[in-house]
């Protein structure tokens, strides 16, 4: 399936310059400008206290801006330091699997055993953050969610890498878990199947999927038919991880919904026949177990309300005659690949972002 690349670049040009200095350029030039008159008032933000302060007292030595300009660059200096340990270690942890057209992704991380004794001067507090952000990363290519905070998966880093734990002698914990709207799971693969992991002191492999839905989380888009005839809907966002537009050719609305267990059996029904027979071994490669069951789906709704579903735009089937019905486009959502270890040729066939 294709990977969005597009998107808005954001330029900020003047953020090197200072605000008096930008001030002096306009009065210069002659050229006015807008101030948010909230900025004057303390009450509103923290950024307003503290000008407001610096504008009103006189501060101690280690608080003047000459102090304060010191102490942000030892932060920063310490952070792209941190950004530096992060990206040589998400290149040891190693996906042996990325599947679009189901959202899952396979994985074996890397063992950060190795990470203390190379990096000694970081505390285990830093080396837990590391941890953290090793896993953001890979859970950013198949969360539903825009943003992972770090914070959120301090409980994950004791799951995945039981290595940085004060009792890193008792055995691997790796019953399946879930974070950040992603579900884990430990396993071994062979060529035919998807089995429960034999748990030892190794590091297992991972698959990683879209938390199971509830009903209360249960995505629903609703395309109605188009008053302008033969024209395509707006690109939608489903579900955080599917773009998807359709031009609704039928007479009723199109909606986009997770699959649901009871319509499988009458999807297949109507496939055409050379689908019908690879549906199943499909389903058990591409989205096993209860992935399925998070796969989008397009579903006619008819006047009665009964619910027909028409295709599985992921895994690019549809029943017989759904021309007469629509069409549809769908891509993946846009991902950052650089510095994962994907293997040879994965970018080249993902098409994804590498930069």
């Known amino acids: 399936m294709p990977i969005e690349t597009g998107g808005i670049q954001v330029y900020r040009p003047f953020l090197s310059f200072s605000k008096p200095r930008l001030i002096v350029t306009c009065l210069t030039e002659k050229i006015e400008w807008f101030e948010d008159?909230?900025?004057?008032d303390p009450t509103i933000t923290v950024r307003n206290a503290v000008?407001?302060?610096?504008?009103?007292?006189?501060?101690?030595?280690?608080?003047?801006?000459?102090?304060?300009?010191?102490?942000?660059?030892?932060?920063?200096?310490r952070a792209a330091h941190r950004s530096e340990v992060v990206k040589s270690w998400l290149a040891k942890c190693k996906i042996t699997g990325f599947?679009?057209?189901?959202?899952?992704?396979?994985?074996?991380?890397?063992?950060?055993?190795?990470?203390?004794?190379?990096?000694?001067?970081?505390s285990p507090t830093d080396a837990g953050q590391i941890a953290a952000e090793l896993l953001r990363q890979i859970i950013l290519l198949v969360t539903p969610q825009e943003h992972v905070d770090i914070t959120s998966l301090h409980g994950a880093v004791q799951h995945i890498f039981p290595e940085l734990c004060q009792h890193s002698n008792q055995p691997l914990?790796?019953?399946?878990?879930?974070?950040?709207?992603?579900?884990?799971?430990?396993?071994q693969t062979s060529s035919f199947e998807i089995q429960p992991y034999p748990f030892d002191n190794q590091k297992?492999?991972?698959?990683?999927?879209?938390q199971p839905y509830t009903s209360g989380?249960?995505?629903?888009?609703?395309?109605?038919?188009?008053?302008?005839?033969?024209?395509?809907?707006?690109?939608?966002?489903?579900?955080?991880?599917?773009?998807?537009?359709?031009?609704?050719?039928?007479?009723?609305?199109?909606?986009?919904?997770p699959l649901k267990r009871e319509q499988l059996s009458e999807f297949r029904a109507s496939l055409k026949k050379v689908d019908r027979a690879g549906l199943q071994?499909?389903?058990?490669?591409?989205?096993?177990?209860?992935?399925?069951?998070?796969?989008?789906?397009?579903?006619?709704r008819?006047?009665?309300?009964?619910?027909?579903?028409?295709?599985?735009?992921?895994?690019?089937?549809?029943?017989?005659?759904?021309?007469?019905?629509?069409?549809?486009?769908?891509?993946?959502?846009?991902?950052?690949?650089?510095?994962?270890?994907?293997?040879?040729?994965w970018l080249e066939s993902l098409g994804a972002e590498s930069a």
């Open 99 to 122: 599947e679009t057209r189901a959202g899952t992704v396979r994985v074996r991380f890397a063992d950060l055993n190795q990470f203390r004794e190379s990096e000694p001067v970081w």
């Open 173 to 187: 914990d790796a019953t399946a878990f879930t974070t950040s709207g992603v579900y884990f799971k430990a396993i």
């Open 281 to 300: 071994q499909l389903l058990k490669e591409k989205a096993p177990g209860n992935v399925r069951w998070t796969l989008p789906a397009i579903v006619k």
């Open 51 to 77: 000008r407001h302060i610096y504008n009103n007292h006189s501060m101690p030595a280690a608080l003047t801006k000459p102090a304060i300009l010191a102490l942000s660059a030892r932060v920063n200096d």
């Open 204 to 210: 297992c492999e991972w698959l990683i999927s879209r």
């Open 37 to 40: 008159h909230t900025n004057k």
């Open 302 to 345: 008819e006047e009665d309300g009964k619910e027909t579903v028409v295709a599985l735009p992921s895994l690019d089937l549809s029943v017989n005659g759904s021309e007469s019905l629509g069409r549809w486009e769908i891509r993946y959502k846009k991902i950052y690949t650089a510095d994962l270890s994907l293997g040879e040729g």
């Open 217 to 257: 989380t249960l995505p629903k888009l609703q395309l109605d038919v188009p008053t302008i005839e033969d024209s395509w809907s707006p690109w939608h966002l489903y579900d955080g991880r599917y773009w998807i537009r359709v031009k609704n050719l039928s007479t009723v609305p199109l909606l986009i919904q």
